[in-house]
Structure formats: structure tokens, C-alpha cells
């Protein structure tokens, strides 16, 4: 359902991805613990960031890219989702 959404503007709609379960050392992580994951595939993004003059300068970021973001941006769509503005995204990661 989440995939059907079409953000608007300079916002990007995100799928997270599953953290991990346990640590380098081999402990599981107990739920209460765990945080919400910082990276996600981009499954849409908006046609662009308007300008003052009313032009439209498409966004650097595209659909299929794994990004990393803020822990306390945008807004939950679901479980898994995340819509927030081009500028919350921190990095992409390379695959």
C-alpha cells in the first residue's frame, strides 16, 4: 500500500531496513532496546524542490537508492516507512 505514495515536492518516501538482531560479539539484542533503523531504500521521490522564482530543480536522490538519515526526521508512514525532505538525508550508501 505504502509503495503507492507519490511524495510531492522535495520529499522522499523510504522503505527501513531491518537493523541487526545481535552485535559484533555475538549478543542478541532484546526488542526494548532496539532503535528505529537510520537507513533505507527510497521507493518514490518528488518531482523536485521549487524554487523562489517558481522553477523546479529535480532532487539528487532517486528511487532505489539505500540512504542513511537522521534518527529524528520526518514523518512515519507505517511500520516501515518514512516521508521526509531531501535536505534530512545525511548520505547514500554504496552498494
Not at 528505529?36 to 521549487?50: H, M, Y
Not at 511500520?79 to 531531501?86: G, P, T
Request: aromatic share 8%; proline share 3%; no cysteine.
Amino acid at each position: 500500500m505504502f509503495e503507492k505514495i507519490q511524495p510531492l515536492y522535495d520529499r522522499v518516501l523510504i522503505k527501513r531496513r531491518a537493523e541487526e538482531t545481535k552485535t559484533a560479539g555475538g549478543l542478541y539484542i532484546p526488542d526494548a532496546a532496539k532503535d528505529k533503523a537510520q537507513t533505507g531504500d527510497v521507493v518514490a521521490v518528488g518531482e523536485g524542490r521549487i524554487s523562489e522564482n517558481g522553477a523546479v530543480s529535480p532532487l539528487r536522490i532517486k528511487k532505489g537508492d539505500i540512504v542513511f538519515f537522521g534518527k529524528y526526521v520526518g514523518t512515519d508512514a507505517g511500520d516501515d516507512y518514512v516521508i521526509l525532505r531531501e535536505d534530512d538525508i545525511l548520505g547514500t550508501i554504496n552498494k
